[in-house]
T-cell receptor
Framework: NAGVTQTPKFRILKIGQSMTLQCTQD?????MYWYRQDPGMGLKLIYY???????DKGEVPNGYNVSRSTTEDFPLRLELAAPSQTSVYFC????????????FGQGTRLTVV | DAKTTQPTSMDCAEGRAANLPCNHS???????VYWYRQIHSQGPQYIIH???NNETNEMASLIITEDRKSSTLILPHATLRDTAVYYC???????????FGAGTRLTVKP
């Protein structure tokens, strides 16, 4: 199993551009999450999903959109990128709630200039 | 979910036990305590979790006080590779989101 795979690893965007951060997991996990981590800070939950077709907002959803058309994929869309969205983005997944660990991808480092 | 409080940073000598405290005084009966760590800029890594009883696995031990208002993560023989930020999270069983606090930055020194 590859686990949780995020692409790209690095990206530089210009202000106002859009992009999609990809997240794929091959563990058949129902729950998937997107976080952002600003330098020296903890992780902030952006969006999460408990299954295909179901998504919900986390702590900091503004400026982002998600979709979950399949169990495997949970892309994060940035529309009209702003410098405040410069951050490292992590995707995570877990199979079910009780007694299971979350697996994280290696992150996407995004810079908006 | 209950709020957690952790020290901002801690040091530990290599080979000694690292004891990382977490306060969760507002925890309710159906909330679990989870620990994750983040080494440098990598994705967080699960360590251990528990509800009431103390737990141990190959990485660490989790000691939860009888009133469940606090817990301690123990790394029995810390190595330099254990230098990381450690996150204590309290979650309700059927609460789907998973939120992190600021964590404790543990530095293991030679």
């Amino acid at each position: 199993n590859a686990g949780v795979t995020q692409t790209p690893k690095f990206r530089i965007l210009k202000i106002g551009q859009s992009m999609t951060l990809q997240c794929t997991q091959d563990m058949n996990h129902n729950y998937m999450y997107w976080y952002r981590q600003d330098p020296g800070m903890g992780l902030k939950l952006i969006y999460y999903s408990v299954g295909a077709g179901i998504t919900d907002k986390g702590e900091v959803p503004n400026g982002y959109n998600v979709s979950r058309s399949t169990t495997e994929d949970f892309p994060l869309r940035l529309e009209l990128a702003a410098p405040s969205q410069t951050s490292v983005y992590f995707c995570a997944s877990r199979v079910r709630d009780l007694g299971t660990e979350a697996f994280f991808g290696q992150g996407t480092r995004l810079t908006v200039v | 979910d209950a709020k957690t409080t952790q020290p901002t940073s801690m040091d530990c000598a290599e080979g000694r036990a690292a004891n990382l405290p977490c306060n969760h005084s507002t925890i309710s009966g159906n909330e679990y305590v989870y620990w994750y760590r983040q080494i440098h800029s990598q994705g967080p890594q699960y360590i251990i979790h528990g509800l009431k009883n103390n737990e141990t696995n190959e990485m660490a031990s989790l000691i939860i006080t009888e009133d469940r208002k606090s817990s301690t993560l123990i790394l029995p023989h810390a190595t330099l590779r254990d230098t990381a930020v450690y996150y204590c999270i309290v979650r309700v069983y059927n609460n789907n989101d998973m939120r992190f606090g600021a964590g404790t930055r543990l530095t293991v020194k030679p």
